[in-house]
């Protein structure tokens, strides 16, 4: 597996600000989250050994399929020959964007050729009006791109966002807010105190911990993330299963979303084919085995090898 090569197609949008990404996000609240939430959305690489049913596969003509093929491929990050790979690369690189940002966006990009291809760019200061969407480069980027703004028509974007059951874009963003609101390791005042060996007996961390952990499942509450904790030392048994399995129903809802949307891709581009993803545990079954979780019907276990993929 190598990185995908990128065609020598020059994109219309500028595809990354490295003066509003200028290190990383240190909370590690917000990290922990947006990783976990496209970690396990699909199988990584195509490949699951939970679920010896799970398939991909391109259905209708020939033509179309390739054509459809050759577009998951520049979707994704790596290079990669079988079909499996090529979805769920495309897939997890979808869910990974609307995982960080709440949204995701695309420039279609025709060729002499006549052929198509889709090249992601970055969400950040781009606002869209009636049949445009408008690009503003920030003033430190605009000597890389030498450019100050792109305006680029409606028809060549492909813009997806959060589902909506899932808070779509303003929810989510909402959440990755709450998230970094707090630190768990302390505010920041009390940090300062401790590197100068300064502590005080006013302020109580382990009433903060817990305030925060408190805090954190609220937020997180539709997602039903449990932070990597199964430590269960401030939860029962049965509601550690509970938020994990409310977690891989979120994750099978994004999947199903991407899916869903880029067949409405396909479609978009004229490509009379369907990408169909089977064999792992769908959203709806997933609320059902909750279901049965809550009235006793099944072991804790069973659940656990059922929904993990």
Known sequence: MRRRQSHQIKPTAATHFPSLSRGPD??????????????????????TEKHKNFAVEIEGPTDACERARDVLGEIGRFERHDLA?????????????????????????????????????????????????LQIIPRGDRDLWKKKWVAIPARRIWYLEMPLVLGGRKGYEMVLKKLRRFEHLGPHFWREDLERGDQSKYFNFQQYVMATEIYYGQVTKTW????????????TEFFTFYKMVTFRWAQAVLREHVVSEINGLFMRLGMSCILRVSGLPTSDEILRLRGELLSGNISFSRVADIVTI
């Open 26 to 47: 240190l909370n590690q609240n917000v990290y922990m989250f947006v990783e976990d939430v496209h970690l396990a959305a699909i199988p990584i690489g195509g490949r």
């Open 85 to 133: 790979g090529i979805a769920c690369d495309a897939v997890d690189q979808i869910a990974t964007q609307l995982a960080w940002e709440g949204q995701a966006v695309f420039e279609i990009i025709s060729d002499d050729g006549g052929g198509t291809h889709v090249h992601g760019f970055t969400s950040k200061r781009l606002v869209s009006f009636p049949g445009w969407f």
């Open 224 to 235: 039903g993330w449990n932070r990597r904790d199964w430590s269960q030392e401030r939860s």
